[in-house]
């Protein structure tokens, strides 16, 4: 790797940051800093290709028409080859959060090819955000497969920016959500020892401002960067921070030196929105002090005239976010390792099997766009409008055996993307005032999908079409279909009459000025 000269070039952070037309490449677009990313580069002047597997997830983004959208697999070469073709610095934001045997060598795979594809196409620099590790320690699988893959495309032809970063604070970020759940819901904490650990954590805006500045570095730099914040603190400090900025009491903790990585992993997914197996690589890089032990990168990316963001004032950032419900991209924004990503069958006599089909339809007496409001404000919050009570034990159920459970949420409480997470769903399709297609990413043994429908009847009557969709996977497929048929009355049906009150509770509010307010207590499922 080469060495920063004393005298490397600097340049002013507003000429650093400049696009000047050049394209950019961004992998991850579906991901929590892929999402946001693309935004930063089109703001500084660059013209943005994004890669995606599935590009029509990306359809509803609000850059989607300022950028060329590419659909290709990272780990195909010559899909990868052919996308990278003019591009001038390629954003490398791939990462595999799951567990298994396979996952690292994927990793592996997938850099190799990436930067192979690179090189053929004469890009001229690839940008890569790893994880900040000590030099000297056994690291976990993931953090290591992180380091590997840093090294991989430093070895590669193409100059490589490497930036590693331990936490990352801002509004949806699996390590900020981690923590905000922790401290708002536990006065009084049994935590493992790694709470006392030191870290180095870093706001959301400085990350993104170092990845768009990486890619103006002089093509002589092919190396590793350090990249934190300006406070150095435990975990411990970092929830208690954050309990004073929220306005909470002072937070309460009892450490317990037997709590391993995994089990302090599953705590988590107990006790945060957080799935285990992300909290998993979450935790296992907390195990080792993550501090910065250079700062070269401001060398390259000067820090901008105010300084970088404190810990505090990041916190402050993020939950603004929160509470004003702009919140543009979040940990649950990436897929559900494992989950299905079929699309729907479009006929009930599909050839790939069996589809099992339970079809309500109802009268609305409200508009289609007020019937629209209720259904693309389901899940989350809100709840799903029938059973509260079973809706809480099957994702109580799904939670542990490893699935997403309920407590995933939403982005936005009002509004959809495709591709947004809704508790245990996925949006597959969105049409405004016309169909929302959840697609289940829970544990089953098959294939589901919630079709919610707005249309009209030949008089012109609003009709509220809702349809749940099960293709079996096998003999247990089948029994699973059959052992919940009895409920489907109670919990769709119940569905159906709650949202259709919903939505003529908004028509009447609307029609007569007064204000609509939705009750979100765990029991309540209309709006009032």
């Known amino acids: 790797m080469s060495e920063p000269s004393p005298d490397a070039p600097t340049g002013s952070l507003d000429d650093v940051l400049a696009g000047n ?6 992998t991850g677009v579906t991901g929590y800093i892929g999402g946001r990313l693309v ?3 089109l703001a500084a002047g660059f013209r943005v290709r994004a890669l995606a597997r599935r590009p029509e997830q990306l359809r509803d983004r609000p850059w989607i028409d300022e950028v060329e959208v590419v659909g290709a697999d990272a780990s195909d070469r010559d899909q990868v080859t052919a996308a990278l073709q003019g591009v001038d610095v390629a954003y490398y934001l791939i990462h595999a959060m799951s567990g298994g045997s396979s996952f690292a060598a994927k990793d592996r795979r997938t850099a190799r090819t990436f930067a192979r594809a690179a090189a053929d196409q004469g890009v001229r620099r690839i940008v890569y955000l790893g994880g900040l590790h000590p030099e000297d ?16 495309l430093l070895d590669a032809p193409v100059p490589a920016t490497v930036l590693q970063a331990a936490v ?3 509004s949806g970020s699996a390590s900020f959500e981690m923590m905000r759940y922790l401290t708002e819901r536990l006065p009084v904490m049994v935590c493992p020892s790694w709470v006392y650990n030191r870290i180095q954590p870093i706001a959301v805006r400085d990350v993104l401002r ?9 093509d002589d730099v092919n ?14 400090d970092m929830m208690r921070g954050y309990a004073e900025v929220a306005g909470l009491p002072k937070r309460h903790v009892l450490p317990v030196k037997v709590m391993s990585p995994r089990l302090s992993s ?14 998993r690589p979450l935790v296992e890089s907390l195990v080792h002090e993550v501090v910065c032990k250079e700062k070269d990168v401001e060398r390259y990316v000067p820090d901008p005239p105010e300084g970088l963001i404190p810990f505090r004032r990041a916190v402050q950032l993020a939950l603004k976010r929160i509470q004003e419900a702009d919140v543009t991209t979040r940990w649950s924004s990436a897929s559900v390792p494992g989950a299905p990503s079929d699309p729907l069958p479009t006929d009930p006599d599909w050839a790939g099997g069996n589809l099992y089909v339970d079809e309500r339809t109802t009268v609305v007496d409200a508009s289609p766009h007020e019937l629209w409001e209720v259904l693309e404000g389901i899940g989350g919050e809100q709840g799903w409008y029938s059973w509260p009570m079973a809706w809480a034990v099957r994702g109580v159920m799904d939670r542990f055996s490893g699935g997403p459970g309920l407590r995933r949420g939403r982005r936005d409480p009002r509004h959809l993307m495709v591709g947004d997470a809704v508790d245990w769903w996925r949006v597959e399709e969105r049409q405004q005032d016309e169909l929302l297609r959840l697609r289940a990413e829970m544990k089953l043994p098959g294939l589901a999908w919630l079709d919610l429908r707005v249309g009209r009847d030949p008089v012109g009557r609003t009709l509220f079409q809702q349809r749940a969709l099960f293709h079996p996977k096998g003999l247990a497929g089948q029994a699973y279909w059959a052992a919940i048929s009895p409920f489907h009355d109670v919990v769709f049906g119940g569905m159906q009459e709650n949202v259709k009150e919903a939505a003529e509770a908004l028509a009447r509010a609307n029609a007569t000025g007064a204000p609509a307010t939705v009750d979100v207590r765990p029991e309540a499922t209309l709006v009032r």
């Not at 320690?137 to 991989?152: A, D, F, M, P």
């Open 21 to 26: 037309g050049r394209l950019a490449l961004v």
């Open 39 to 41: 935004p930063e580069l």
């Open 137 to 152: 320690e056994e690291l976990s699988t993931h953090l290591e497969s992180r380091r590997e893959v840093g090294e991989i």
């Open 168 to 170: 990352i604070l801002g």
């Open 210 to 218: 170092y990845l768009v500045g990486s890619a103006s570095m002089p």
């Open 223 to 236: 190396r590793t960067f350090d990249v934190g914040g300006p406070d150095v603190m435990t975990y411990l």
């Open 266 to 279: 599953h705590w988590v997914g107990t006790i945060t929105p957080v799935p285990g197996s992300i909290a």
